[in-house]
């Protein structure tokens, strides 16, 4: 196993049970020996389920699936299986029959319709899924479902993940508690394009799935779509939330709610940044004044993507004009005399130039934290977007060159 990332938690978060939802895990042996690599999640009756998924125009057979049955009827129990080790994609045909045969021996273990059972897998792209490991596997997940299983479920998705990664909230509404656990997986291969990696949050909330489906794709935008840690989309980026009503309130168009489920996505997020292959720097990019929101996000994503900006912050170099290369290649509306640079509360740069009270050593000093915030204004208006990256280092390389070997 690799060394846990500096910039991972101290532990996995105390996570509340949610009711309605039990876990299970086991050892299928799909690429990796001595450690759990399938998780079965089996949901109660009724549970409201929606999805966000890759766009990625590679996507894997499990992602196709699984957006080809949310929306559906909420009619009986469901279920989520999920491997690490080997993503199922780029396996052509091979890819639906592996989907199809998990899925029917969970319906036919759990009597659960193969229409409400959503899997997922990660791992390497184009080899062929050795399902029946999984499938062998299925009576033994089904008889140690547990309600308390979450912390174990996050670790059997990893793949180049050093720490598993879980967020809860309680939020109140009416009077009553409402309940929000997660767990997410991801390391390498992030820059997403709807949600990212692999995440399934649950939540003992009731609401119906169209109302659950419209709040968890525009929360996705300012949580999931905003990191990057590599500039490169998954074939098989998942995101599920499971709402199993069992706390009877009712959230529906509840802001206290949407803020917790918010709150929960972007801790996610960010320690999915923190696990970055590699990474010794956690990233927080500010964009303000630009013409739009959207030529905003432009811009800080081509600073939180560029090799040449995270390789100064790797090297704790406060290369600044780097940030000006990123801004002025990005496609956002700039203006060169109008642009300020600030890295924490420190003026680097202002109106086209480097700022006259501003000194390299106290930038340097800056960037030696493990936590950095790079500010941007483009002075030309009020668009203004925030995402998070992470340096980029020797050990990314050392990760992704012999990922297969």
Not at 204 to 209: K, R
Request: with cysteine; net charge negative.
């Amino acid at each position: 196993m690799p060394p846990v990332s500096p910039l991972a938690p101290a532990s996995f978060p105390d996570l509340p049970v949610i009711a309605g939802v039990r876990f299970a895990t086991a050892e299928a042996g799909v690429r990796y020996k001595g450690r759990t690599d399938v998780m079965l999640v089996e949901l109660v009756e009724g549970t409201s389920i929606a999805g966000v998924y890759t766009r990625s125009g590679t996507r894997s057979a499990a992602v196709l699936d699984c957006q080809a049955k949310t929306g559906g009827p909420n009619d009986g129990r469901a279920a989520i299986l999920v491997n690490s080790g080997n993503s199922n994609a780029f396996t052509g045909r091979n890819g639906q029959a592996s989907v199809d045969a998990i899925c029917a021996a969970v319906a036919d273990r759990l009597s659960v319709e193969p229409t409400r059972i959503f899997t997922a897998s990660t791992g390497v792209i184009g080899e062929p899924l050795p399902h029946d490991r999984i499938v062998a596997r299925i009576d033994e997940l089904a008889t140690t479902l547990s309600e308390t299983g979450a912390e174990a479920a996050a670790r059997a998705i990893m793949t180049t993940d050093t720490f598993a990664k879980g967020a809860s909230a309680e939020v109140q509404v009416g009077g009553q508690s409402v309940r929000i656990a997660g767990f997410a997986k991801g390391s390498g291969m992030i820059a997403p394009d709807m949600a990212t990696m692999l995440v399934y949050i649950f939540t003992d909330a009731v609401i119906a799935q169209p109302a659950l489906q419209h709040l968890i794709s525009d929360l996705a935008q300012t949580t999931f779509n905003c990191i990057t840690v590599d500039s490169d989309t998954s074939t098989s980026d998942t995101l599920i939330c499971a709402a199993t009503g069992a706390s009877g309130v009712d959230v529906a168009g509840d802001d206290g709610f949407a803020t917790a489920l918010e709150a929960v996505m972007r801790d996610l997020a960010h320690q999915v940044v923190r696990d970055g292959e590699g990474a010794t720097k956690f990233v927080e990019v500010q964009v303000s004044g630009s013409r739009s929101d959207d030529d905003a996000r432009k811009a800080a994503m081509a600073i939180a993507n560029s090799p040449l900006v995270k390789t100064a912050i790797a090297g704790e170099d406060p290369n600044w004009g780097r940030v000006v290369m990123a801004v002025g290649k990005s496609g956002a509306e700039a203006d060169r005399d109008r642009l300020s640079i600030r890295f924490g509360d420190i003026v680097v740069a202002e109106e086209g130039w480097v700022a006259p009270g501003y000194r390299e050593e106290d930038g340097a000093a800056y960037m030696k934290q493990q936590d950095l915030v790079l500010r941007v204004d483009l002075g030309i208006g009020d668009g203004t977007a925030t995402v998070w990256t992470c340096d980029l280092t020797h050990g990314y390389i050392e990760i992704n060159a012999d990922y297969r070997s």
